[in-house]
């Protein structure tokens, strides 16, 4: 696809520049779970569109967990195997989401971590940052390109490596809260939290490596409801949503 749309200008009151929006597969999921539902891959693309035609620079790191779920789909398999697959799954959202992208006229590149030179291009760090300098929104598939790391890895290194200005974990709960709120009704939503909070109370807002990546390299974390209108415009424009979680 040719770029019909160079770098926009940012727009007033931005707060976050360049940024890495975490999403978990199931942002895609059918109501079973599985596969990928034409409106909620619409929803979530529109809600990116928006913010990138504010000037935001965007980056986009996905989970695939409505493909694949690793070892819980079989858990006689090899840990690294389980994960490879995970990896390819994926691939497989992040070129569903470059193709409705590019059908909203936004020029889009997939970078994998693993090498699939016939769908999508290498991880270049120095090429990605090209990307996000020509107004090219850039997804990020296979995670780190190793077993043993999650998505929330893979997207706290990117966050890291491309110098971005913030991590925006969109995800299906409007935050971060003490206990599961489905399971318990008076779970307590925490507002603000310390990357060390976070550790040290065991909280399940990413794993304790993405975590720490991100509090070594001063990284905040923004972990918001994706379903909420808008709710990544609000996040880059800095009003308050969801668990701020930083220093």
């Not at 504010?54 to 690793?70: A, K, S």
Request: with cysteine; charged share 25%; hydrophobic share 40%.
């Amino acid at each position: 696809m040719e770029d019909t749309n160079m770098h926009c200008a940012l727009a007033e009151g931005v707060k976050y520049k360049r940024v890495i929006v975490k999403l978990s597969g199931e942002a895609l999921a059918t109501s079973n779970g599985m596969g990928i539902d034409s409106e909620k891959l619409d929803f979530v693309c529109n809600e990116i569109a928006n913010v990138r035609k504010m000037g935001v620079e965007v980056g986009i790191v996905i989970g695939g967990g409505n493909f694949w779920r690793g070892r819980q789909a079989d858990a006689k398999m090899n840990r690294t195997a389980a994960d490879h697959m995970g990896m390819l799954a994926t691939v497989m959202n992040a070129l569903a989401i470059q193709d409705r992208l590019e059908q909203h006229s936004i020029p889009v590149r997939v970078q994998t971590a693993l090498t699939i030179t016939k769908v999508a291009e290498p991880y270049i760090l120095r090429k990605a940052i090209r990307h996000f300098e020509k107004g090219r929104i850039v997804i990020f598939a296979c995670g780190t390109g190793n077993p043993y790391f999650s998505t929330d890895t893979g997207a706290a290194l990117r966050a890291c490596e491309i110098g971005a200005d913030a991590l925006l974990l969109a995800k299906n709960v409007d935050g971060v809260y003490d206990s599961d709120p489905k399971l318990n009704p008076e779970a307590k939503k925490f507002d603000r939290l310390t990357y060390m909070q976070v550790i040290s109370m065991g909280l399940k807002a990413m794993d304790t490596t993405s975590i720490t990546m991100c509090m070594d390299n001063n990284v905040p974390i923004i972990a918001f409801s994706l379903l909420e209108e808008d709710s990544i415009k609000k996040a880059v424009m800095g009003e308050p949503i969801g668990t701020y979680i930083g220093k």
